[in-house]
């Protein structure tokens, strides 16, 4: 036993030694002058060194934005392809997201780069990527933008909802939103500012981003490795004026919270589970074998923690010792039981907070969560799904959060949106269960298109199929480094079952692609820095590297696959805008196809018709009386079908009027998803152009506006 005083002399000498070790060792015939000078020359060396290592990255950053904005004048977006806008960006701007790419590669990897400096390559690669459309287009690109706008002035003119218009008004959220964020900016619609939608809502990811992938690991290499494969593989292009984009951001920030704050370390032992697993292994041992007592929570009894389901209790005591896996089944039971008692390795503990902390918290998830209810139809069920996976295998100490989500998600469709769910709820139970059904229609029929469309379609599956690959990858080896994944594996598979309730108009693979996108893009990360402080040889940097420029190859051509009819021109909209100005409210608009600038304001007052919804008219075999014209065949048979057809679309006199709107954004829609042959198309307009059925009101370059040829009500508004 050693005395105080003798404890107090041993630290006295270790202090003397430090002290002496950290002094300099003067040179023979140097003086003490002579040595402070070789100490201040190597601090100066060093600290040149560290401004250098500071500067040097940010520098980059600058002159890659320099480089892709002096690039921006010389696109030709009227020339692109079926490639889509990769066929005209200039090499220039291509080599700046390369060498960017390359910058935070090597970057990522040091174990000590500021975070200010990784903050400023992600925010470059967001204002690249999303800021060229917005610099280059002249309006907001996605047709779809223009009716999320039409909602919102109907909004701003009625100061209410109208759910027997369509679907939107029965999810007003995000459009409520919306129109209030117009109303105290001064503008007079979205359309000035949802052109910048996609750069402002990725930025807004970012934040819950880290916050989510800081609970998965401390290791903060992994961290913005995951955030960076974030953004080069968020492909889906759900990202604009939309409900789904700011649902999206509200989906990470409750995922993030959740598993910050009721996360459990261990899960309790008698889990439910276990018996599944005994059946599933084969076992006989009933459903209510006794397993070993859990010993006592504090304040509870025992094997039963005093907050077991109550959503904002505390989280049960982590240092009890597992059950024996001989009491627990067979051989599956005991791998299973062994992989949930594995411990956190490298994550972040649950954050502490006393109960009432803890009860606030949840009502902010809980009103997030009704944000999100009140503004999309999908997103909420995807967050179900993840509370409910995480709430049966224990993960989450909020046992139950998922069953009052279901209830405030059930009683919004049922009440708030009955209008919509009376006219539409047969053919919604009819869908659940239909899974190679839904899967079919979500798969896109590819025997016909060009080869452009091809190309970008499978470079799309290609992408997918790569993050999925890493991040199995990066779960494998994290799993041989002895971590317990189950949380981020259980965020990652919840939202596949989504594909058995409904196609949600073949989009539903592409919306659990983005619900996934989060824990895949972390694992994918982890396949290259699986563990905390693990060092990253050079042969895994060149991987990373190379990965990294691959994953943004993918990125630019399933993400701007498509922009050849995603960007619409002044002319266009000159066309709609004459339109609104001249058309009667009660009036038909039709047009050739829905992808045009259309329906922003005062939507309510027309009826649409999108003439290549039918596929009869797409076919050809659309006529009036029952049976084809005698003696018309081939191209000139079916463009005189769907000249007949249209002439008694728009002859209904049911209407005040009706106008047929013709715009070059319709035309590629047609051309690049193959809805008709092109010669059928370039018929079909010749013959509008010369028919004595219709008359020319309004032309430019880019649209053509057609009214009957006796309609004396359009040539009175002209």
Same mark, same amino acid.
């Given at each position: 036993?050693?005395?105080?005083?003798?404890?107090?002399?041993?630290?006295?000498?270790?202090?003397?030694?430090?002290?002496?070790?950290?002094?300099?060792?003067?040179?023979?015939?140097?003086?003490?002058?002579?040595?402070?000078?070789?100490?201040?020359?190597?601090?100066?060396?060093?600290?040149?060194?560290?401004?250098?290592?500071?500067?040097?990255?940010?520098?980059?950053?600058?002159?890659?934005?320099?480089?892709?904005?002096?690039?921006?004048?010389?696109?030709?977006?009227?020339?692109?392809?079926?490639?889509?806008?990769?066929?005209?960006?200039?090499?220039?701007?291509?080599?700046?997201?390369?060498?960017?790419?390359?910058?935070?590669?090597?970057?990522?990897?040091?174990?000590?780069?500021?975070?200010?400096?990784?903050?400023?390559?992600?925010?470059?690669?967001?204002?690249?990527?999303?800021?060229?459309?917005?610099?280059?287009?002249?309006?907001?690109?996605?047709?779809?933008?223009?009716?999320?706008?039409?909602?919102?002035?109907?909004?701003?003119?009625?100061?209410?909802?109208?759910?027997?218009?369509?679907?939107?008004?029965?999810?007003?959220?995000?459009?409520?939103?919306?129109?209030?964020?117009?109303?105290?900016?001064?503008?007079?619609?979205?359309?000035?500012?949802?052109?910048?939608?996609?750069?402002?809502?990725?930025?807004?990811?970012?934040?819950?981003?880290?916050?989510?992938?800081?609970?998965?690991?401390?290791?903060?290499?992994?961290?913005?490795?995951?955030?960076?494969?974030?953004?080069?593989?968020?492909?889906?292009?759900?990202?604009?004026?939309?409900?789904?984009?700011?649902?999206?951001?509200?989906?990470?920030?409750?995922?993030?919270?959740?598993?910050?704050?009721?996360?459990?370390?261990?899960?309790?032992?008698?889990?439910?589970?276990?018996?599944?697993?005994?059946?599933?292994?084969?076992?006989?041992?009933?459903?209510?074998?006794?397993?070993?007592?859990?010993?006592?929570?504090?304040?509870?009894?025992?094997?039963?923690?005093?907050?077991?389901?109550?959503?904002?209790?505390?989280?049960?005591?982590?240092?009890?010792?597992?059950?024996?896996?001989?009491?627990?089944?067979?051989?599956?039971?005991?791998?299973?039981?062994?992989?949930?008692?594995?411990?956190?390795?490298?994550? =972040? &503990?649950?954050?502490?907070? /006393?109960?009432?902390?803890?009860? @606030?918290? %949840?009502?902010?998830? *809980?009103?997030? !969560?009704?944000?999100?209810?009140?503004?999309?139809?999908?997103?909420?069920?995807?967050?179900?799904?993840?509370?409910?996976?995480?709430?049966?295998?224990?993960?989450?100490?909020?046992?139950?959060?998922?069953?009052?989500?279901?209830?405030?998600?059930?009683?919004?469709?049922?009440?708030?949106?009955?209008?919509?769910?009376?006219?539409?709820?047969?053919?919604?139970?009819?869908?659940?269960?239909?899974?190679?059904?839904?899967?079919?229609?979500?798969?896109?029929?590819?025997?016909?298109?060009?080869?452009?469309?091809?190309?970008?379609?499978?470079?799309?599956?290609?992408?997918?199929?790569?993050?999925?690959?890493?991040?199995?990858?990066?779960?494998?080896?994290?799993?041989?480094?002895?971590?317990?994944?189950?949380?981020?594996?259980?965020?990652?598979? =919840? &939202?596949?079952?989504?594909? /058995?309730?409904?196609?949600?108009? @073949?989009? %539903?693979?592409?919306? *659990?692609?983005? !619900?996934?996108?989060?824990?895949?893009?972390?694992?994918?990360?982890?396949?290259?820095?699986?563990?905390?402080?693990?060092?990253?040889?050079?042969?895994?940097?060149?991987?990373?590297?190379?990965?990294?420029?691959?994953?943004?190859?993918?990125?630019?051509?399933?993400?701007?696959?498509?922009?050849?009819?995603?960007?619409?021109?002044?002319?266009?909209?000159?066309?709609?805008?004459?339109?609104?100005?001249?058309?009667?409210?009660?009036?038909?608009?039709?047009?050739?196809?829905?992808?045009?600038?259309?329906?922003?304001?005062?939507?309510?007052?027309?009826?649409?018709?999108?003439?290549?919804?039918?596929?009869?008219?797409?076919?050809?075999?659309?006529?009036?009386?029952?049976?084809?014209?005698?003696?018309?065949?081939?191209?000139?048979?079916?463009? =005189?079908?769907?000249?007949?057809?249209?002439?008694?679309?728009?002859?209904?006199?049911?209407?005040?009027?009706?106008?047929?709107?013709?715009?070059?954004?319709?035309?590629?829609?047609?051309?690049?998803?193959?809805?008709?042959?092109?010669?059928?198309?370039?018929?079909?307009?010749?013959?509008?152009?010369?028919?004595?059925?219709?008359?020319?009101?309004?032309?430019?370059?880019?649209?053509?506006?057609?009214?009957?040829?006796?309609?004396?009500?359009?040539?009175?508004?002209?």
């Amino acid at each position: 036993m050693v005395s105080g005083e003798g404890k107090a002399n041993s630290i006295d000498t270790i202090g003397k030694i430090s002290s002496d070790l950290a002094r300099p060792v003067l040179a023979p015939g140097k003086n003490t002058a002579e040595a402070a000078d070789g100490i201040r020359e190597t601090a100066t060396r060093s600290a040149t060194w560290r401004v250098l290592d500071y500067v040097s990255p940010l520098v980059a950053v600058a002159l890659v934005i320099m480089l892709w904005a002096i690039s921006l004048p010389g696109i030709n977006i009227r020339a692109m392809n079926d490639y889509g806008l990769v066929s005209v960006l200039p090499p220039a701007i291509l080599i700046a997201m390369a060498l960017l790419t390359l910058s935070f590669s090597l970057l990522v990897t040091r174990p000590r780069v500021p975070a200010f400096i990784l903050v400023a390559h992600v925010i470059a690669l967001i204002f690249i990527v999303h800021g060229t459309t917005a610099m280059l287009y002249e309006l907001p690109r996605y047709s779809w933008t223009y009716k999320h706008i039409g909602v919102v002035d109907y909004i701003m003119r009625n100061g209410s909802v109208n759910p027997a218009i369509d679907i939107y008004h029965n999810w007003p959220g995000f459009f409520a939103l919306g129109a209030f964020f117009t109303t105290i900016t001064g503008l007079p619609s979205p359309l000035s500012y949802a052109g910048w939608a996609p750069v402002f809502f990725n930025i807004l990811y970012f934040v819950p981003l880290l916050f989510l992938f800081r609970t998965f690991s401390t290791d903060r290499r992994v961290v913005w490795l995951g955030v960076w494969f974030f953004y080069l593989a968020s492909w889906v292009g759900q990202d604009y004026f939309a409900p789904q984009a700011l649902s999206y951001f509200f989906y990470i920030v409750i995922l993030a919270i959740v598993v910050a704050w009721f996360r459990v370390a261990r899960r309790p032992a008698g889990s439910s589970l276990v018996p599944l697993i005994r059946g599933i292994n084969g076992t006989n041992m009933p459903v209510g074998s006794p397993t070993p007592p859990s010993p006592p929570y504090p304040g509870g009894t025992l094997g039963s923690p005093p907050d077991k389901g109550d959503l904002g209790g505390s989280v049960p005591n982590q240092s009890f010792t597992p059950p024996s896996p001989s009491c627990q089944g067979g051989t599956i039971s005991i791998l299973f039981r062994r992989f949930l008692d594995r411990p956190y390795i490298d994550e =972040a &503990p649950a954050v502490a907070g /006393a109960p009432l902390q803890r009860f @606030g918290i %949840m009502a902010i998830i *809980i009103l997030v !969560f009704f944000v999100v209810v009140s503004s999309h139809q999908l997103t909420p069920y995807a967050i179900i799904a993840a509370m409910v996976s995480i709430a049966i295998f224990r993960v989450c100490s909020a046992r139950l959060l998922p069953v009052l989500m279901v209830i405030i998600a059930g009683a919004w469709a049922l009440y708030v949106a009955a209008t919509y769910m009376n006219g539409n709820i047969q053919w919604i139970i009819q869908s659940i269960g239909e899974l190679l059904s839904n899967v079919d229609t979500n798969v896109a029929d590819l025997s016909q298109a060009s080869a452009g469309r091809v190309f970008t379609a499978w470079v799309s599956r290609g992408l997918t199929a790569t993050l999925w690959g890493l991040a199995l990858l990066g779960a494998i080896r994290r799993f041989r480094l002895g971590h317990r994944d189950l949380p981020i594996l259980l965020l990652a598979i =919840a &939202p596949f079952p989504l594909i /058995a309730t409904q196609s949600y108009g @073949g989009e %539903m693979i592409f919306r *659990i692609f983005l !619900f996934t996108l989060p824990p895949m893009a972390f694992l994918a990360a982890s396949a290259f820095i699986p563990s905390l402080g693990q060092a990253i040889s050079p042969r895994t940097s060149a991987a990373l590297a190379l990965t990294s420029l691959a994953l943004l190859g993918g990125l630019l051509f399933a993400y701007y696959g498509k922009e050849s009819v995603n960007f619409f021109t002044n002319n266009e909209m000159q066309a709609v805008e004459f339109v609104h100005k001249t058309a009667p409210n009660g009036s038909l608009l039709v047009v050739l196809s829905s992808n045009l600038p259309m329906k922003y304001r005062d939507y309510e007052m027309f009826t649409y018709h999108s003439l290549t919804d039918n596929l009869d008219f797409n076919r050809g075999q659309v006529w009036i009386g029952g049976q084809p014209p005698a003696g018309q065949a081939g191209v000139a048979g079916r463009t =005189a079908n769907r000249i007949s057809y249209i002439t008694y679309l728009m002859s209904d006199l049911k209407y005040h009027g009706a106008y047929l709107v013709v715009t070059r954004s319709e035309e590629a829609y047609i051309n690049l998803l193959d809805i008709m042959p092109k010669e059928d198309l370039t018929s079909l307009e010749q013959a509008l152009a010369n028919s004595a059925n219709f008359r020319l009101i309004m032309s430019n370059s880019d649209a053509q506006v057609y009214v009957l040829a006796d309609d004396s009500q359009g040539a009175a508004n002209q």
